[in-house]
């Protein structure tokens, strides 16, 4: 792997998830569900209101919440005057593809969205003006970026960003955001819980933050009398899938003690909501765990490649079973562990 190909995935591995409204400003907006509203029909709107504004052009950028370069630019977007008075003179509409599967993959045809994002100008009657993928926009800095946005409105080509062959300004850039990462995260709790209900029988809101950039697998018992071990015993794994996301799973670890392993992305959340937590906890707190490894059978637990960074879960126990083993040997190396009081 070169170094910029390197550079660029750590770029978007240090980038934040931005959460925002439907409609952060006047630049940007998502084309969200609307009934039973086609997809073409919800950016034709938009690309006829983009024409009565005498705006310049509109870009789609097909994105996912599992896309690292797609949040960066969110980041961008949402963080920058300088990107978004490059938008300015046009509208950028994000489309998640697994939020329209189907409809998002045949709405420009001869066009695969598959690579993300894709970043394609489009006129007023769909016509392709420009195309590219949004990692090849300068994800580095702002200005890269900006250039590349405004080139796009402008139905031009994009360029190759200007640090594009200086390493050393390349990384001058990486060490950069990784700082103002770091100062992000800095006295925000790893874990929050929202507990209801009486002691032994409660349900919880609970917010899983990972700090770090590599994803990791957390630890959360599923009861709060029968706290995690170093060395549990494991008659049953089961890996589940939440049914209200399609890219959300989780593994069960049923035994002595019983658990869940909840990956994280890097620099994502995870909200559970309606956990269940039976029994009461000696210490009145609730533990979670963060690994650096965890095995089966002597195989490490791989992360899916579509990891979403910032993942909501309203009711925890709406799952399907993707695959179920028995006796197992777990094995467990433990980065950290953290609590937080339950009142």
Known sequence: MTF???????????????AGA????????WVHRQGNKALRDLVQAELTAAKKKNLQGVILMFTADWCSPCKAIKEFVHGSAVVRKALSKGRLLYIDVDEWRGPAQVLIPGNDVSKLPTMIRVGPNFEVVQTCYGSEMGLLHEDALAHSFARLLEGK??????????PDQEREFILKQSAAQTAKTKGVPVLAVDAKGKPGDRKVALTIR???????????????DAPLHDKPSARAVWKLKWSEHVRADYLRIQGMPEFYAIPVAGYGSVVLN??????TAKDGKLWV??????KIDGQEQQFQ??????L???????TAIESQSGPSKVELRVRNRYSVPLK
């Open 22 to 29: 439907a409609h952060a400003g006047e630049v940007d907006a």
């Open 157 to 166: 080509p994009i360029e190759r960003p200007f640090y594009a062959d200086k």
């Open 289 to 294: 765990w963060e690994l650096d490894a965890l």
């Open 4 to 18: 910029r190909s390197a550079s660029l995935l750590l770029c978007a591995a240090l980038l934040t998830v931005v």
């Open 305 to 310: 490649m579509k990891l979403p960074y910032e």
């Open 210 to 224: 990972n700090h770090d950039g590599p994803r990791r697998w957390f630890l959360v018992p599923a009861r709060l």
């Open 274 to 279: 309606d956990l269940a937590l039976p029994g």
């Open 312 to 318: 909501k879960i309203q009711h925890f126990d709406q």
